[in-house]
């Protein structure tokens, strides 16, 4: 067996030498490697394989297909007849291609030849999956299936992006590179998507026998990571602290454990109703990795690092969002206490029931809650690793992405009121049509978003009340969420649309009322943190992307008391969130492992110079 290769060997081999060492990365298509091994030499695999991404962006549509097509059918001819490259071969293998059976491989032909005739060219999965270690049959075919649905644009982008997946396994082999850290982040969140409230979907709302079951799961884990402390707190948060380096080393260092702060990081363990697994559990995770690498070399470090497991954060059993992250504000509404659930159960019992509170009087709980207030003084920020849940990492071919600012946001609920008519004697130019002056709306929405580049505007819900197919709608409800990067930005895209929807109604003769159900405040990131997350993003060796986030995350609340920054991580699939199908590696989850340690080691320096 070869030994593996190192990038020193490829920084210094000729390119001919070079380009022998890459074969058989990309199928058949030598000249993406060629192209990418003038940018040498490289410092990690990471910018190696963005580079070889890059290449392949750049390249002509006809190069583009030429690579598709260079790929072989899943379980196809050249499988039967032994004719794959030894790359493809193995990994066919290895996901169990060449032992279907008669009626697997009857599907796989069938899908395999649809797919074939409505985009022209073959289905292209990485079929050794998001952790490597091979996806099963059922997957593989439930994929092909559901890809068969897509747009011929969007496959042909898919595919470009699943062939340098099968690149990146196949480079890491070439290095004997295993995600160590990022494969135990990954088992550690499948093992928890375990605990479910609904069969054959992930369903974890606040204080339920699966929320409790996760919260006992991650307390475990902490425990096995080596945290000094590890607790759960009066509204279900799970806190594990990794105390700072003067606890022991304090007279030679020259600093006490009462002047060093602690560094806040976490995200939610709760779920959305079918959620995904990643969504929040990520961000608890990644920090553990990184804690028990510190506990494995002995290691402190001059802060402490507070980890905490959000309990709440979706609002889906209760109205009340943010309720963990909240908490550690001062953001406990005591109304909460006596809100039902949909079977009518209170928070108050919930949270009885889940051996929170005991049987202690309501001021009691509510001084406790009070309690879990942090003093932003002992701090020294909140940092949140999350899933992007958006589509931009993916389509860049990044795996990691800096937070600039958790958006601003508006919501409001809206009716026109026009004139329900006959819609077979109602000429065109006499209708009060309050649907069309809300579709007119939408596009004005649409249009004057779009301008802005990274504002949003979505009318999610649309209702003709008591419509007919034979009636022109004199009545049209409608809901619009409005978000962008700054305070300044939401308001001047509001005072746009507004105007539009004024000018729309009175052109169309319909009256209408508009009210605002919600508004936040963006949470820019903070300078100095962000910057810390750029430079650990850089260290990797990987270009910097910064993005808004056009989810609210518990940082936005921690935002409200001391600085924050996040980083995100790319989703697969598009990057699709809030659904079973978010997907992520577990090579970018090592990546977002060694940019948290990175991120660490900047700030140990820092305060150690401060
Ligand atoms: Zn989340």
Not at 168 to 178: S, V
Not at 203 to 214: D, F
Not at 475 to 488: G, I, K
Request: hydrophobic share 40%; proline share 4%.
């Amino acid at each position: 067996m070869n030994l593996p290769l190192t990038l020193h060997q490829l920084n210094h081999a000729t390119p001919d030498e070079a380009l022998t060492l890459l074969d058989g990365l990309y199928e058949h298509s030598p000249w993406i490697m060629q192209a990418a091994l003038h940018q040498r030499p490289f410092t990690s695999l990471a910018q190696l394989k963005h580079a070889l991404t890059e290449v392949v962006s750049q390249a002509s549509r006809a190069q583009q297909i030429g690579l598709i097509r260079a790929h072989p059918e899943l379980a196809g001819k050249a499988m039967r007849s032994q004719r794959l490259t030894a790359e493809s071969s193995q990994e066919q293998n290895q996901a169990g291609l060449t032992h279907c059976s008669a009626q697997e491989l009857a599907q796989l032909q069938q899908l395999n030849a649809d797919y074939h005739t409505k985009f022209g060219w073959p289905f292209i999965l990485a079929v050794r999956g998001p952790r490597g270690s091979g996806l099963s049959r059922a997957e593989i075919i439930a994929t092909l299936a559901r890809r068969l649905q897509g747009h011929p644009d969007f496959e042909w982008a898919e595919c470009l992006r699943q062939i340098h997946r099968i690149a990146e396994l196949r480079l890491n082999d070439k290095f004997g590179l295993t995600p160590t850290l990022g494969n135990d982040v990954w088992d550690w969140q499948k093992a928890l998507s375990q605990h479910s409230e609904a069969p054959d979907q992930l369903t974890v709302t606040y204080l339920t026998e699966a929320h409790r079951a996760c919260a006992q799961h991650i307390q475990q884990v902490m425990q096995a990571c080596g945290f000094d402390n590890v607790q759960m707190d009066a509204v279900g948060n799970v806190v594990g602290r990794y105390e700072t380096s003067s606890y022991s080393h304090s007279m030679d260092k020259g600093y006490s454990s009462n002047s060093s702060k602690t560094l806040l990081t976490g995200s939610h363990y709760d779920t959305v109703r079918n959620g995904g697994p990643y969504d929040g559990r990520l961000g608890i995770f990644v920090p553990m990795a990184c804690v028990r690498e510190l506990h494995r070399t002995g290691r402190r470090l001059p802060f402490a690092i507070e980890v905490v497991a959000f309990a709440e954060e979706e609002g889906q059993r209760f109205n009340a969002t943010f309720l963990g992250s909240g908490a550690l504000v001062g953001d406990f509404n005591p109304d909460w206490l006596n809100q039902r659930d949909a079977d009518g159960v209170t928070m108050r019992t919930a949270m009885q029931q889940a051996g929170l509170c005991g049987r202690q009087a309501t001021e009691a709980v509510l001084a406790n809650i009070a309690s879990l207030k942090r003093d932003p003084t002992q701090y020294l920020g909140f940092v949140e690793v999350h899933i992007e849940q958006g589509p931009v990492l993916n389509t860049l071919n990044l795996p990691l992405g800096v937070v600039s600012s958790i958006n601003a946001s508006a919501r409001y609920t809206g009716v026109v009121t026009g004139q329900a008519s006959h819609a077979g004697t109602t000429p065109m130019n006499q209708r009060a049509d309050a649907a069309c002056a809300v579709a007119e709306f939408m596009l004005a929405c649409e249009r004057r978003a779009a301008q802005d580049g990274n504002s949003v505007a979505t009318v999610g819900q649309l209702q003709v009340p008591n419509g007919s197919i034979n009636v022109v709608p004199g009545c049209c409800q409608f809901s619009l969420d409005l978000r962008a990067p700054s305070n300044a930005q939401r308001d001047a895209l509001q005072a746009d649309l507004l105007a539009a929807l004024t000018s729309i109604c009175t052109r169309r003769r319909v009256a209408y009322q508009i009210t605002e159900s919600m508004r936040a405040s963006a949470a820019p990131s903070n300078a100095a943190l962000q910057q810390r997350w750029e430079a650990a993003v850089a260290a990797l060796g990987l270009p910097l992307h910064r993005l808004p986030s056009g989810a609210g995350h518990d940082a936005m609340k921690l935002h409200q008391v001391m600085p924050q920054a996040m980083l995100f991580v790319r989703g697969q699939n598009a990057g699709i969130s809030h659904n079973p199908l978010e997907s992520s590696t577990s090579d970018d989850m090592q990546l977002a492992v060694q940019a948290f340690c990175q991120l660490l080691e900047e700030l140990a320096g820092a305060v150690l110079a401060d």
